[in-house]
Each structure stands twice: as C-alpha cells, then as structure tokens.
C-alpha cells in the first residue's frame, strides 16, 4: 500500500511483485522534521539517495552527513538513526532490498547477477558516495510508475527501474570518488568562518574564488549540495548551537552572527534545527 502524504511517500515493493523488496521511499521537505528513531531492517540493506539538502545517520558512535547528491548503503540488521539530527530540509529517497535469496528471484535476475549486485553494494556500506544526475530520472520514473499500482505496464516497469538502480548505483560506488573538498571552497569555507558575526553576501563569496556571480551560484549547488546563502546559513546555526550554551539572551547569539532580527534568527535556527533557540538552549542546559 503506498502511505502517502503531501511531502512523504513510501510503497511495499511486494505488491508490484518484487519478491525481495520491502519498501521504496521518497519525501521532499520544505522544512525539517522529526529525526528518525532508532530501528533497523531485519535482512535488508537500504540505499538512501540525498538529493537535496543534508541528512544525518548514526550507526553505534559513528555520525554520518550526507549532502546533496550523496549516496549511503546501511547494512542489514543494523540499528540506526538521524542521532541527534531531524530529517533535514530537502529531498530524499531510499531503497530497501532483502538479501535472503530463497525468498525469489530480485527482479527476475539470475541468482548470480543479483549476487553480485547486492554484494557490491555491501562492500560499500556505511561508506558515502557520490550519486549521478541519471539516478534522479530513474528515482523520479519509479515514483511516478509505484503510482500507477493497477497498471501491468507500470508493475513491469518498476521491476525493470530497481534494476537500473542498483546498477547504476554500483557502477558509481566503484569510481574513484573526490571526497576531498575543493580548494576553493577549503578557502570559502576559512573565510565564512572569519565573517561569520556579519551577514555574508554571494557575490562577495563569488568574488573571493574569483568567480562571476551567476557562475558561483551554479558552481557551489553543484559542490556542496546546497546554494550558498544556505550554506552560510547552516554554519551560522552550527555556531549557534555553541553559543546558546554560554550567551545570557537569544538576541545576543541573533546579533552576535549577523541576523538582522532575532526573529529572523529563530526561524533560521528552527529550518535547520526542528527547535526554537530557546527550547534548544533550555534543553542542553537543563
């Protein structure tokens, strides 16, 4: 049954006769939510696909951040969550495959050639890596076919687009991937954290990295994942969080970073955070 909600779908795969899925999902977040309580999936590895925006996972101790066009394989049987995180502003879709072979053939493959798919993909859990603008049609084209669940062309063509998925999927997870940041934004990166107690402007940013402006836009989306106003932002928070510990007012912390308003502030702070500066500071002192 597809469980649908404005920003939020998920699909049982066993009803499109996809004998070793579980679900498909897909949400697309105008601002944060919840976090994920901590669960796992009984013999089942999950693909998790950021498209936009950053999502968190913790698996044990270890603090996962995915950006936008980030890839993530969780390992079956393995507890996690967003730790501490929400489930972030932005887009996301996941994949959950069953490893057990007795249970049927994965898309009608031969036992082998899925074989090889999945352990590929395990070889690459709890491991980030880069994703590809083909992958985005593909999730897109499933979404739009799991709709049409009493469509035979539809039931074909999902077990057909898993498919093409974890392929695609595997032959990304195999290049050489450029997890190092750029220079250019290592020196974006030192001069935000410079000026962060002031507003930022982009085409100061784009005029540090020697860039056009409408240059720099498209340039750091297709880095970092996000645009850059967003980015600063989003460090600003970060800082935020310290400096609720220790200031006497939240105006003062607003102020101190360069928000022309603590309401503006708070809003800011509740995009990226699920919580108000106040109920956020109220909670890590007490």
Sequence with gaps: MDMASQDRRVFNLKEFGIKRGLSFGHYRYNSVKPGLEIHRHQGALEICFCMKGQQYYKIGEQLYELNGNDIFVVPPDTWHSTGEFPEDKGELFWLQILLDSSVGKLCNMP???SDFLLNALLDKSQHIFKGSFQLKFILEKLVDHLGKVDSMLSRIMVGQLIT????????????????????????????????????????????????????????????AGMPPKEYVNRLKVEQAKIDLRTTETVTEVAFGLGFASSQYFATTFKKFTGATPKSYRRMHRE
């Design 111 to 113: 036992k082998k050639q």
């Design 164 to 223: 093409q998925l974890l392929l695609e999927t595997v032959i990304l997870s195999k290049k050489s991937q450029q997890s190092p940041p750029s220079i250019k934004l290592n020196t974006l990166d030192k001069y935000i954290q410079k000026h962060l107690f002031r507003i930022i402007y982009v085409d100061e940013m784009a005029n540090v990295v020697g860039m056009s402006t409408g240059y720099f836009k498209a340039w750091f989306k297709k880095e």
